[in-house]
């Protein structure tokens, strides 16, 4: 899926080449099992593998003490550090998000997971950090944590929960202490929705000296009396961030939302937003809710999005927007909205996870042996994901697509589709050629492909690579 300079490696040698596993011919398995899944990403793992034989040396593969998670994640996550790097030196913002991998339907994991969904099933809290440009550009994980929600005993108090070692809270700070320090060049800017908005993290972040933009989710007492808005005074966050000056009114997407049990549906949309900004000094809670010592206040700007005449029916949308990156102007806070605006993409990737490459669908009676795949999961999604959003930016329609893709992948689904393989190809071509193969129709109202038809496509467009690779004698390179 990536091209290096001099040679073009496969998917597995890439992500999973340089991989720890305390014998060579591990390292070796793990990229052609890697290569194997790129090419079958979707269904469950006998569905990936070409017969019994490949099946068993995955088997044997994952039975092996040094095929962790971590050991097998590590080569990706060294590689997404390097791209970072390579960026040019502008901004990489790291977004951050929790969710739910459910295996109830495996009865021999229910001792070794713990509660998700309602209570009763039985999985992981996957948290992810994932390093993106603000030009929404995939560069991969920089960090993947698995956690083991534990249950909490009848009566344990406050301080005792705060002072579990499993407490759910701390997967914030774990998985920023995980993703690591930033490039040599290049600033990282940390990015979260509403689950991060705790005390502790951002005392955390500060003590680290990272940037970030964190969604707020809650009141919060502001610390001094120069808090002043409207000449007001204001003692707490949200009330002084409605009533900052507008700076200016722009055009924001709201995503389409399907309806959960928290939240309501909604449709996509363009809203336009007033936008506001002003710094602020948080002071910490008055009862401890986590480990923040020494509790001091934090400086920091808080930017205010709010939709202007929203479509009837519709709750107006409102971002409060927290980060300790300077926002004192119009185009500083529109700079915030925007790397806020990357945010969903860490969703897509859980999307991707899940419908694309059934990542639930794992059979496992161990979880030791269920981990490493979860992470060889995670980075095919990752790279998938890069593709995908490869062909929503606004140069998709000349980018060609062997800059991306083996050009015997491009030069098949070229002359399936255009009866033509040696035509040039842009990536938005491709992803769209590829999603017809896969059932989407490609009509103005189908709206960009998703997941599960994009992975019918490219399952589609390997059996052909095969196919001509059989009759032509040539390898996918």
Same mark, same amino acid.
């Given at each position: 899926m990536d091209v290096v300079v001099g040679k073009r490696l496969s998917f597995g040698q890439l992500h999973f080449g340089s991989a720890r596993l305390g014998d060579a011919r591990r390292t070796r398995r793990l990229v052609k099992i890697a290569d194997r899944i790129m090419g079958h990403p979707g269904g469950s793992l006998p569905q990936k593998m070409s017969g019994w034989a490949e099946l068993m040396a995955l088997y044997r593969l994952v039975e092996a003490d040094p095929v962790t998670h971590d050991a097998v994640l590590q080569t990706h996550c060294r590689r997404t550090q390097e791209l970072a790097g390579q960026a040019g030196g502008g901004v990489i913002l790291r977004l951050h998000d929790t969710t739910e991998l459910d295996y109830t339907h495996v009865p021999a994991l229910h001792d070794q997971l713990g509660p998700v969904g309602d209570g009763h099933g039985r999985g992981y809290l996957c948290h992810n950090v994932l390093a993106v440009t603000p030009g929404r550009r995939v560069l991969g994980l920089c960090a993947q944590l698995l956690h083991k929600r534990r249950e909490v005993p009848a009566g344990e108090t406050g301080p005792q929960k705060r002072a579990h070692p499993r407490r759910e809270s701390l997967l914030w700070l774990k998985g920023l202490d995980a993703a690591g320090g930033p490039p040599s060049t290049g600033r990282w800017v940390d990015v979260a929705d509403r689950g991060a908005d705790t005390f502790e993290f951002l005392a955390h972040l500060h003590r680290r000296g990272c940037r970030y933009v964190i969604r707020c989710a809650r009141e919060r007492a502001l610390a001094g009396d120069d808090h002043v808005a409207v000449d007001r005074i204001h003692a707490h966050l949200l009330a002084y961030t409605r009533d900052l000056p507008t700076l200016g009114t722009r055009t924001v997407e709201v995503k389409r939302q399907q309806k959960t049990r928290?939240?309501?549906?909604?449709?996509?949309?363009?809203?336009?937003?007033?936008?506001?900004?002003?710094?602020?000094?948080?002071?910490?809670?008055?009862?401890?809710?986590?480990?923040?010592?020494?509790?001091?206040?934090?400086?920091?700007?808080?930017?205010?999005?709010?939709?202007?005449?929203?479509?009837?029916?519709?709750?107006?949308?409102?971002?409060?927007?927290?980060?300790?990156?300077?926002?004192?102007?119009?185009?500083?806070?529109?700079?915030?909205?925007?790397?806020?605006?990357?945010?969903?993409?860490?969703?897509?990737?859980?999307?991707?996870?899940?419908?694309?490459?059934?990542?639930?669908?794992?059979?496992?009676?161990?979880?030791?042996?269920?981990?490493?795949?979860?992470?060889?999961?995670?980075?095919?999604?990752? #790279? %998938?994901?890069?593709? *995908?959003? !490869?062909?929503? $930016?606004?140069?998709?329609?000349?980018?060609?697509? /062997?800059?991306?893709l083996p050009a015997l992948f491009v030069? #098949? %689904?070229?002359?399936? *589709?255009? !009866?033509?393989? $040696?035509?040039?190809?842009?990536?938005?071509?491709? /992803?769209?050629?590829?999603?017809?193969l896969g059932g989407h129709l490609n009509r103005k109202g189908d709206g960009f492909p998703g997941w599960l038809t994009l992975w019918r496509g490219w399952e589609a467009l390997r059996m052909m690579v095969m196919g001509a690779q059989a009759i032509g004698g040539v390898k996918c390179v």
């Open positions: 928290r939240k309501p549906p909604r449709k996509a949309r363009e809203a336009t937003v007033r936008i506001a900004a002003g710094p602020v000094t948080l002071a910490p809670p008055h009862w401890a809710c986590g480990d923040y010592a020494p509790a001091e206040p934090l400086a920091l700007w808080v930017t205010h999005v709010l939709e202007l005449n929203p479509p009837a029916g519709e709750t107006a949308l409102e971002w409060i927007l927290l980060s300790n990156v300077p926002t004192e102007s119009f185009a500083a806070a529109c700079e915030r909205v925007d790397w806020y605006g990357c945010r969903p993409m860490v969703e897509e990737l859980h999307k991707g996870m899940k419908t694309g490459c059934g990542i639930e669908l794992m059979q496992f009676e161990h979880a030791d042996r269920l981990e490493p795949l979860i992470a060889v999961l995670s980075v095919v999604a990752a #790279v %998938l994901l890069q593709l *995908r959003q !490869a062909a929503r $930016r606004a140069d998709a329609g000349t980018t060609p697509a /062997t800059t991306l030069q #098949v %689904l070229s002359g399936w *589709r255009y !009866a033509d393989p $040696r035509r040039p190809t842009s990536v938005l071509e491709f /992803t769209m050629a590829l999603a017809r």
